[in-house]
């Protein structure tokens, strides 16, 4: 099971069912262009497992550096299909990802999760992640969410 880099339309468009399970607004005609937007302009990179050519997991990641983490990989998004979890491929995206964060010198390493995604917790937690903070959020602008 190989970690790949979703770097062409075709590598990008492939991942849109994955993670319309985790951001279901997202709309499929604006799939592609949304994550070349994200990555021209926030340094988003996309990764993928794929099994006889479908992805059945999906991480999307960025680096940041902020006051109070310094350089840190963030991760805007980790999901496994509904139907291929518990096989391993979340655990083999978050090896690669914290990897990543190693190789890049960042000192932290961050993602929030929904309050009700408790297997993904779990996954996290095994991973010697903490939970740390509280997260707080406005909707601004209900058209672009």
């Given at each position: 099971?190989?970690?790949?880099v979703?770097s ?17 607004h ?16 926030h ?55 914290m990897?990543?964060a ?13 309050m ?30």
């Open positions: 099971m190989n970690v790949c979703a062409t339309e075709t590598d990008i468009a492939a991942c849109y069912p994955v993670l319309h399970e985790l951001r279901p997202l709309q499929e005609h604006e799939f592609v262009s949304r994550v070349q937007r994200q990555m021209h302009n340094g988003y990179t996309l990764l993928y497992i794929a099994v006889s050519a479908h992805v059945v997991a999906a991480a999307g990641y960025r680096l940041i550096e902020t006051l109070s983490w310094g350089r840190t990989l963030y991760v805007d998004d980790l999901i496994t299909l509904s139907n291929a979890r518990t096989q391993g491929y979340g655990g083999k995206l978050m090896d690669s990802l990897q990543t190693r190789d890049l010198s960042c000192d932290q390493f961050h993602l929030d999760s929904g009700q995604r408790h297997d993904a917790h779990r996954l996290y937690l095994n991973h010697g992640l903490q939970i740390n903070a509280h997260h707080f959020s406005a909707l601004l602008n209900p058209k672009t969410a």
